[in-house]
């Protein structure tokens, strides 16, 4: 990671402008939400991941990130079906559940068999690889490169790759004794590789030029 994160941005609880009082009345405080209120929302309009009772907002994807997204997406799917690969490959929004009281929505997942096997049917529990695109704020940006690249590794999740537009850097960490440890940084002009997929790799300048 090249960016320096000199404090911890609020990412906690969303304030944006004032609430529809009367429409927040039909649902829990802050903290007192349970996982299943928290699923009830699926018909909802935004991005909402969950963390121990309470809600965290996420802005809506642009244009340029789903193109990356579907991008990325259309080359794992295409390598799974070559190579005769069990699992399959979810995108955004899919609630994956990380540990009780805990969710994330990451842009694309990948289920090995077995995971997929034994993940219930509605929404995996857990992941083998992840990735997310880094939206440009400095809550997303801490977001994707620190609190996520935590989380993922206690879930134990094999591979986070962090895919970031702005500096057109594709990172690869792979979970080694409980931490991420940095498999590959790969820039334009090189092709990223995945540890765990042998044989899966990806050519970073085809990826952000998806984007347009």
């Given amino acids: 990671m090249t960016d320096l994160f000199l404090s911890r941005p609020n990412l906690g609880a969303t304030e944006m402008g004032t609430p529809v009082w009367e429409m927040a009345y039909f649902y829990p405080v802050q903290g007192e939400w349970s996982e299943e209120e ?3 929302l699926e018909n909802r309009q935004f991005l ?3 963390d121990k009772g309470a809600l965290e907002f996420l802005p809506m994807p642009t244009r340029a990130h789903q193109r990356i997204m579907l991008f990325l997406y259309r080359l794992l799917w295409s390598f799974l079906e070559t190579n005769e690969i069990g699992g399959e490959v979810l995108v955004a929004p899919v609630p994956v559940k990380l540990w009780d009281m805990k969710y994330r929505e990451p842009d694309i997942v990948y289920l090995s068999a077995v995971r997929a096997e034994q993940s219930d049917e509605k929404y995996p529990f857990g992941a083998d690889l992840v990735m997310e695109i880094v939206s440009d704020s400095v809550q997303d940006r ?19 790759w962090i895919v970031d537009p702005r500096q057109k850097l594709l990172t690869v960490l792979r979970l080694s004794d409980g931490e991420y440890a940095v498999f590959g940084e790969f820039g334009e002009g090189e092709w990223a590789a995945s540890a765990l997929l042998d044989g899966f790799t990806v050519e970073v300048t085809a990826v952000f030029a998806a984007a347009a």
């Fill in 142 to 160: 801490y977001r994707d490169w620190v609190t996520k690249r935590e989380e993922y590794a206690r879930a134990g999740i094999t591979e986070y």
């Fill in 48 to 50: 909402v991941e969950f």
């Fill in 38 to 40: 928290y699923l009830s």
